[in-house]
């Protein structure tokens, strides 16, 4: 059975992984009959209460708060190599750019956490695919668009678009269910939340983004 | 727009609402073109650590957890009358247990939360359809059980389905992705994550559920 990555940064869209797009993430491989590979790092990372919004002023930890998606099933991602996995997929949510790297604060000057960064070289120098789903794109380019010249999709806004530029990348405009396929590098993207008003576009364009990163390996 | 009521209990199966079988419920009511509100009672619980499965010590707001499943779009559920619904459904986890009910430690002797209690009453009062998820039957026949007789599943757990079976409802066993409809009481329900191994099974026991209840408005 196919081992799929998943690499989340908390539970929730405003201090962590965006919860619909991780949970559609695993349904999507497990329909495709491959196994989902949660992971996280174990650091912490300031609390956003989702009722009013606001920062509550509280620090939690992202592997022990992402380890509720995952239901308990999940791993440090400093204990996984590229080579326990056939393809890796990022969900989207703030955490993607705030808890895995920083980029909401410091963009293209972005710095990521040592053991996301270290994975996802160890992928690129294998060759295997990564997906990555709504603002996850932004931590991929930061990572790899200087080197590999990775092409990828935020969906369509230009602050964010201009950042992920600057690294390197190439954005390119995306609607709400669809890709952008980077056959080169094996890089899948699409926009989710980015652009999404319904729960069911985010359903189909991960569905269709997991699908094209496991048709890769 | 037909409106859908989801009642969540926080945010993750140990302590809250079951995070699968919420989406999948939410994805379920848009795609079937109706809209979810979701809510939870402004209450604290004793909050469980996902990654070792024991409880931390800490208590959370079972309101401020829920809305990260629901996207910040909440109400507290002492503000949400039946007249506001045209349905309602209960995802799983132990939430429903522990924070909506105190079943999970007490069996058919179980206290309700009132405002959970009374708008379920007033459900059922209304003839308005009701859809209940994984362990979430027990608390349904908790409140609604002697009065209306309601037949319900919660899988095959012997044990559980004894406690149901006190409270005056009837128990029926149910496979995983099936539905146990009690027509007269317009009450569907599915065992889920009770008996699901696999993620894609709870993905499609929830969606003929929600459809069932949809189509008995």
């Known amino acids: 059975m196919k081992k799929i990555g998943v690499v989340l940064s908390g ?7 965006e919860i619909h797009e991780a949970v559609f993430a695993l349904l999507a491989i497990d329909r495709q009959g491959c196994e989902a590979v949660c ?19 509280d620090k939690r930890n992202i592997l022990v708060e992402s380890a509720r998606i995952a239901r308990g099933n999940i791993r440090d991602i400093a204990e996984v190599k590229a080579a326990d ?3 890796i997929i990022f969900p989207g949510g703030f955490g993607a750019a705030k808890n895995l790297c920083d ?7 972005a710095v990521v956490h040592p053991e996301v960064s270290r994975l996802l070289n160890e992928m690129a120098t294998a060759e295997k695919p990564i997906g990555a789903i ?3 794109p932004a931590l991929i380019a930061t990572v790899l668009g200087k080197k590999y010249s990775t092409t990828l999709t935020i969906g369509n806004d230009a602050g964010t ?3 992920i530029e600057k690294t390197g990348a190439k954005h390119q405009e995306c609607a709400v269910t669809g890709l952008v396929v980077d056959a080169k590098n094996k890089l899948v ?4 939340y980015m652009l999404a008003n319904r729960i069911s576009e985010v359903y189909e364009g991960i569905d ?3 699908k094209a990163v496991i048709e890769m390996i």
């Open 11 to 17: 539970c929730g869209v405003r201090d962590g992984s």
């Open 39 to 57: 992971m996280a790092p174990d650091a912490d990372f300031p609390v956003t209460n989702h009722l009013t919004m606001q920062e509550s002023g």
């Open 85 to 87: 996995l056939d393809a």
């Open 103 to 109: 980029f909401a604060m410091k963009g293209a000057a």
């Open 134 to 136: 709504c603002i996850a």
């Open 161 to 163: 678009a201009s950042e």
């Open 189 to 192: 993207s699409t926009p989710a």
């Open 208 to 210: 269709n983004c997991v």
